[in-house]
């Protein structure tokens, strides 16, 4: 089709945008869902089939998905320029459904609608043609009226994978098609609101607003109409007004105002709804034609003294990108999914959401006014691939751009957008799209987005990159600024307030060293806080060879271009099961932050609108993790400050370690949580000492063979060979827990992170030195009352460096081991300094006294608790789609690694240490590119360090971890533990 081809035709007989409203009259159900199993050839196939609606071609066996994150899915197959679609390969699919139209809508105009189709659609109704649409994320409707008959009707759609549009749809995402949303159709009274604008001015301190609503009015006959307006708080009318006499002929606009005084204000904290109800009466009988409802919330949004603000207040926004997706269905998700979508993110902190990018599905507005969130909507607009090649700017070809024949195309899509999502108060800014370069193109659509709309600002990012139309953005956006990039910019007299709309990308082990944009709210107020990039892993449910279900990502079905697992970076799974980074944000954004002393705490509350008392106070005492004292309070702290408390705990006097822990807690059930629900917590730690000095009585037997060293104990044994040049025997009660050679480890599984900033490239040396360490000396020890094993290792770097290791044996069966190393000039710095053992699989259960409960490491650490924790090493291994580092908890104090009935082995400390208990090993890990690729489990990998280098996560393609978090290689390090039965 000709229509295909051409950027300037990207619609034909489509019915304009308009407001999403409900409306009923007449006692007749205006909508007839057209959902559910249609007739379906792929390529015109003479075998009709059929196919799930709303759903994916892909999805149900027709074509394949493919992901692609900048390039667009042709390249490598096909030369075309913007605007061309492939020749050889445009797969479409042909939709067939038989309807019968309503009785009750006999002699009315009868119309259709397609919520979502990717990525054009051509209408037939009966064999006739209908319509041509394109914008794969607003809704498509035609009017069918004339092509209708009595009885049985056929609809036919003609769905295309690409289309010209196809060039503004370059987003992050898997490439499908299909019909993914709803489709139904209806009808309306014989006079009909067909558009309303709700907007309203909040004035004397917000306690004055005056209530606007435009309205446009159909009509098939001129008709006299009396126009009611109803404010409905929880059902009561708290505001009434009346139009009589209201002639309507075709198609009026009709403005009605009202003033109401001390309005319930919405915003994210207190989402506080009205309902708009809108009657047209007959002027003549009094009889109702239509009744229309809209929820509406009194909220004023602004860019007052360079600073965003929500009802006069600054506003940080705490958000996340969020792609609508599914691992089963991809982007036709559920009214199910979206609920939990919505539950996750208040049960976490989150106060926002970005629509990345572009409109979602209708109802998530609704849940967003309904629940609290504000949304960043974007039009659907991305041209990546025109623009940037590799990663660097290429803009010979770049669209829209100034290019005359995109303009009217991509205006339309904003206009698509804004009609229908304008009644939402959780829309708070307009997004022009994304990653679409600059020009004077998308400088019209935000004035034309201005010009519609006063009570929203407009956001775009691009103009970071092309500064000729730096007015198209009335916030500095940016994306994955490093934290001296963001404050360079604030430092410099900004005009602007600044914006992260993606940062901390969540791929894999990831979102390390978040704290440190979280620290800039306090610091500068034109700072505005951001959106983690992404909410969810774009991951498909697939059969791994084995006929088991496992996460696929790009490439793994045969999709080529790809670019693999680019498209699994959120902080929940693919099957909406949270990953361990969630718990790091949860308390770096949560709007209460406690500090915590020996005598006092301090709540500090960031909120804008809520006083601390509507949650509980809890307060504990700990003693070695466990709970000694806990009481309740109410601690009343107003919304933007700060207030001290004074702690009533009984005095303790025995040695310990003490945790004071305060936390705030959900007073009753909500919709997103339980009753109890934790918020946010501090902690203090502190302890009670008196040096008592261990009694040490009798000694090791040391048996100093020809070819191996022996410790023996009434209920340890341990041989050191002198041959293999390490551990290869630790028995405790005559059980063994050593599987091979222990040396020590400088290595770790990369992470996605470490991948993307070459780190294995730069650090191999590491890799090599925890492979390939020789044993150049070794000496047996008798001690008054130990005997010790001391091992020298030479490490294969360059230089060549050397550290020790040291097993000293005591009577009672412990096992003091000791690591060093000196430092060296001119080498990487190390991932990790530490040891690994292989021990029996049998101990899988893990308790340990710590940070916790969720994995943690050095910049990633915020959100983990000082405690008593369990879980087992199946349970530890993070499910990142690609097999990598995970599972790591600092500030051990001891662990327990046992089997199921409780036997096993203690690591303990004076100083903490890091460690990690999982079914596989770091080479094991290392080596699979899928879980299922891993082998099957045959030992617990226990690996004990002193310390492991962060995660990172300013990106994922290039990001280096924080100098303070780096394991530097010219640095001494040196740690001790104690091994020994549990029991």
């Known amino acids: 089709m000709e229509n295909l081809h051409n950027p300037k035709v990207f619609k034909i007989n489509r019915l304009s945008a308009h407001s999403a409203h409900k409306y009923q009259g007449l006692n007749i159900e205006w909508k007839k869902c057209l959902n559910g199993v249609w007739d379906f050839s792929y390529c015109d196939s003479p075998n009709w089939t059929k196919i799930q609606v709303p759903g994916h071609m892909e999805l149900q066996g027709y074509g394949d998905p493919q992901y692609v994150n900048t390039m667009y899915p042709w390249d490598g197959r096909e030369n075309l320029e913007p605007g061309e679609v492939p020749k050889e390969f445009n797969p479409f699919g042909i939709y067939k459904k038989e309807i ?98 709700i907007t309203s001015d909040l004035s004397s301190g917000f306690k004055k607003a005056n209530l606007k609503n435009i ?52 915003s994210a904290e207190k989402p506080n709804l009205y309902d708009v109800r809108v009657i047209i009466k007959n ?73 990345s990018h572009y409109p979602n599905q209708t109802r998530w507005y609704e849940l967003c006014d ?148 979280t620290e ?33 990502f790009g490439g793994d079905f045969g999709d080529r271009p790809t670019d693999y697992n680019f498209c699994v970076n959120g902080i929940v799974y693919g099957d909406r099961r949270p990953s361990p980074k969630v718990q790091e944000i949860k308390q770096l954004f949560s709007d209460y932050k406690i500090n915590v002393d020996e005598k006092t705490f301090t709540i500090d509350n960031q909120s804008l609108f809520t006083n601390c008392n509507e949650y509980n106070t809890k307060v504990k005492l700990l003693k070695n993790g466990v709970k000694i004292f806990e009481e309740i309070l109410e601690c009343s702290v107003k919304p933007l400050s700060e207030k001290e408390f004074k702690l009533n705990l009984p005095k303790v006097k025995e040695n310990g ?60 044994e341990l041989i050191f060979s002198k041959a293999y040049g390490g551990l290869i025997s630790l028995k405790f009660c005559g059980k063994q827990f050593v599987d091979g050679v222990v040396m020590p480890n400088f290595w770790r599984a990369s992470t996605d992170n470490d991948r993307g900033n070459k780190m294995p490239f730069r650090y191999a040396q590491w890799k090599l030195a925890s492979m390939y360490a020789k044993m150049t000396n070794v000496e047996a020890i008798e001690k008054e009352n130990s005997v010790e094993i001391k091992a020298i290792y030479e490490l ?117 240490f890091e460690f990690s208990a999982l079914p596989y090993t770091v080479s094991e890990i290392e080596s699979a590119y899928h879980h299922y690729e891993l082998p099957k489990s045959h030992c617990t990998a226990l690996n004990i360090n002193k310390v492991q280098m962060g995660v990172g996560g300013d990106d994922s393609w290039g990001a280096l971890i924080h100098d303070e978090y780096l394991v530097p290689s010219n640095k001494k390090y040196e740690f001790n533990y104690i091994l020994e039965c549990n029991i």
């Open 520 to 552: 800039l709210e306090k610091k500068y107020p034109m700072y505005q806080g951001g959106f983690i990039w992404d909410y969810i892993d774009q991951s498909l449910m697939k059969k791994d060879p084995f006929g088991n279900d496992y996460l696929a």
């Open 100 to 197: 019968e139209v309503p009785k009750d809508w006999k002699n009315r105009p009868i119309y259709i609608s397609f919520q979502g189709v990717e990525s054009c659609l051509e209408l037939y109704c009966n064999g006739e043609f209908v319509g041509y649409s394109e914008d794969s994320f607003t809704p498509s409707e035609f009017d069918l009226t004339q092509y209708l008959k009595d009885g049985k009707n056929e609809i036919t759609a003609k769905v295309y994978k690409w289309c010209s549009g196809s060039w503004l749809e370059d987003q992050d995402f898997w490439r499908f098609a299909g019909i993914f949303r709803d489709v139904y159709l209806y009808s309306v009274p014989d006079v009909h609101v067909r558009d309303m604008f």
């Open 796 to 912: 294969p770097t360059n230089p060549i460096t050397t550290c020790e290791l040291i097993y000293e044996g005591f009577a009672n069966g412990k096992l003091k081991v000791s690591m060093s190393y000196d430092g060296a000039e001119n080498l990487p710095d190390m991932p990790l300094f530490g040891m690994s053992y292989k021990i029996p699989k049998e101990y899988s259960e893990i308790k340990w006294y710590g940070m916790g409960p969720d994995e943690n490491y050095i910049d990633r650490v915020h959100g983990a608790k000082l405690g008593i924790f369990e879980t087992d090493v199946n349970r530890n291994m993070s499910e990142y789609v690609i097999p990598q580092e995970c599972g790591n908890r600092i500030g051990t104090r001891w662990a327990e690694i046992t089997d199921k009935t409780g036997f096993g082995l203690r690591i303990s400390s004076e100083d903490s």
């Open 215 to 266: 309205l446009k009015i159909q009509s098939y006959e001129e008709t006299l109409v009396d126009v009611e307006m109803e404010l409905l708080d929880k059902g009561e009318v708290v505001l009434k007004v009346e139009e009589k006499n209201v002639k309507v002929d075709k198609d009026i606009k009709l403005e009605l105002n009202k003033k109401l005084e001390n309005p319930k204000l919405w």
């Open 370 to 517: 309904e629940y609290g969130l504000y949304v960043i909507d974007e039009v659907n607009l991305e041209t990546h691939g025109t623009w940037q090649i590799l990663g660097l700017p290429c803009t010979e070809k770049v669209i829209p751009n100034n290019n005359p024949e995109w303009l009217e195309n991509i205006i339309d899509r904003a206009k698509s957008m804004f009609e229908r999502d304008k009644n939402y108060p959780s829309v708070v800014i307009w997004s022009c799209g994304n990653e679409s370069f600059g020009g004077e193109n998308l400088f019209k659509m935000s004035e034309f987005l201005r010009s519609l709309d006063k009570t929203r600002v407009i956001h775009y990012e691009g103009v970071f990159w092309d500064r000729r139309y730096d007015k198209t953005s009335d916030m500095e956006s940016r994306m994955y600024a490093k934290v001296y990039e963001i404050e360079k910019y604030l430092q410099e007299t900004p005009e602007k307030p600044f914006l992260l709309c993606e940062y901390s990308h969540a791929m894999g082990n990831s979102n390390g060293g978040l704290h440190k944009y």
């Open 283 to 355: 002027s003549e009988t009094g009889k109702v034609i239509e009744e229309c409802s809209q929820k509406f919330g009194f909220r004023k949004f602004e860019i007052s003294d360079k600073i965003m603000k929500i009802n006069g207040e600054r506003i940080v926004f705490k958000g996340v990108n969020r792609h609508e997706f599914n691992c089963y269905r991809g982007r036709a998700v559920t009214e199910e999914d979206m609920i939990w979508d919505i539950k996750f993110l208040k049960a976490n902190n989150f106060n926002s959401v970005r629509t």
């Open 657 to 716: 370690e003490y945790t004071i822990e305060v936390s705030l807690h959900l007073k009753e059930e909500r919709f997103y949580a339980p009753k109890d629900h934790e918020i946010c917590f501090g902690q203090k730690v502190y302890k009670v000492e008196k040096k008592l000095k261990e009694k040490l009585e009798g000694k090791p037997i040391l048996i100093n063979g020809g070819f191996n060293i022996g410790i023996q104990t009434k209920n340890m």
